[in-house]
């Protein structure tokens, strides 16, 4: 293995490291990115059982929540301010979502470029493995086949070498990319529902609700992964 990035020339150099950055980015988002530690089960039947139960929950407990996962941040964001109107719930809700999609696109751009780039480190490997042999020929390369051996060599390594750190790196951005568009949705099913529930149930109370009887259509939860645009509206409509 080292013979043959020793072969390859100086541009292995940065295509190893590329690969190294990818394989550590692809192991932390797989660790990161599991669905049951960001949309746990039944978190949301659990908090409004515990409301139909007690009326309520207390400040501490919603704050333990808000703090083990994503998912309960935001639906604990909500209840946390259900006493100031839905209004004043859903966009605190909208708020909490964007942060959180924004904390689980880290490093998604970082394997996207990786992916973007070891082909063309690659590439310029192709060319300067090319321009040492056709420089090898002028120098009597000829009668010496070694000499011409070396630059064909390197264009072939730098190029394989630039592909396999490029696949998986590509792969692994359109994965995560799309398991975050998968919880992004589910971030904006569970955040309806739970509003429906509450007034299913009626567990606003006496909640102040004046002037927003139906919660707005138009209301997104945006993340950004990478080119692609994420929204994640409400898509919730309540008749009091």
């Given at each position: 293995?080292?013979?043959?990035?020793?072969?390859?020339?100086?541009?292995?150099?940065?295509?190893?490291?590329?690969?190294?950055?990818?394989?550590?980015?692809?192991?932390?988002?797989?660790?990161?990115?599991?669905?049951?530690?960001?949309v746990?089960?039944?978190?949301?039947?659990?908090?409004?059982?515990?409301?139909?139960?007690?009326?309520?929950?207390?400040?501490t407990q919603?704050?333990?929540?808000?703090?083990?996962?994503?998912?309960?941040?935001?639906?604990?964001?909500?209840?946390?301010?259900?006493?100031?109107?839905l209004?004043?719930?859903?966009?605190?809700?909208?708020?909490?979502?964007?942060?959180?999609?924004?904390?689980?696109?880290?490093?998604?751009n970082?394997?996207?470029?990786?992916?973007?780039?070891?082909?063309?480190?690659?590439?310029?490997?192709?060319?300067?493995?090319?321009?040492?042999?056709?420089?090898?020929?002028?120098?009597?390369?000829?009668?010496?086949?070694?000499?011409?051996?070396?630059?064909?060599?390197?264009?072939?390594?730098?190029?394989?070498?630039?592909?396999?750190?490029?696949?998986?790196?590509?792969?692994?951005?359109?994965?995560?990319?799309?398991?975050?568009?998968?919880?992004?949705?589910?971030?904006?099913?569970?955040?309806?529902?739970?509003i429906?529930?509450?007034?299913?149930?009626?567990?606003?109370?006496?909640?102040?609700?004046?002037?927003?009887?139906?919660?707005?259509?138009?209301?997104?939860?945006?993340?950004?992964?990478?080119?692609?645009?994420?929204?994640?509206?409400?898509?919730?409509?309540?008749?009091?």
């Amino acid at each position: 293995m080292w013979e043959l990035v020793k072969a390859g020339g100086w541009l292995m150099t940065p295509i190893v490291v590329c690969s190294i950055l990818a394989l550590v980015i692809i192991i932390e988002r797989s660790h990161t990115l599991q669905f049951n530690k960001i949309v746990p089960n039944r978190l949301r039947e659990q908090l409004i059982t515990r409301l139909r139960e007690n009326g309520g929950i207390g400040r501490t407990q919603l704050m333990n929540v808000k703090e083990k996962t994503p998912l309960g941040d935001i639906l604990a964001t909500g209840l946390l301010y259900r006493q100031y109107g839905l209004e004043s719930m859903t966009m605190h809700m909208q708020n909490r979502a964007s942060v959180q999609v924004h904390q689980l696109e880290k490093n998604i751009n970082m394997l996207g470029t990786i992916g973007a780039i070891a082909p063309l480190l690659g590439l310029l490997g192709t060319v300067l493995g090319i321009i040492s042999s056709f420089l090898a020929i002028t120098d009597g390369a000829m009668q010496d086949p070694t000499m011409l051996a070396a630059g064909v060599s390197q264009a072939l390594i730098t190029t394989a070498a630039g592909m396999i750190v490029a696949i998986p790196a590509l792969v692994g951005y359109r994965y995560f990319q799309r398991r975050i568009i998968d919880i992004n949705a589910q971030f904006e099913t569970q955040a309806g529902l739970m509003i429906q529930e509450l007034y299913d149930y009626q567990l606003l109370g006496n909640v102040h609700t004046s002037g927003f009887d139906t919660l707005n259509p138009d209301a997104s939860l945006h993340g950004t992964i990478g080119n692609d645009s994420v929204s994640l509206s409400d898509g919730v409509t309540v008749t009091s």
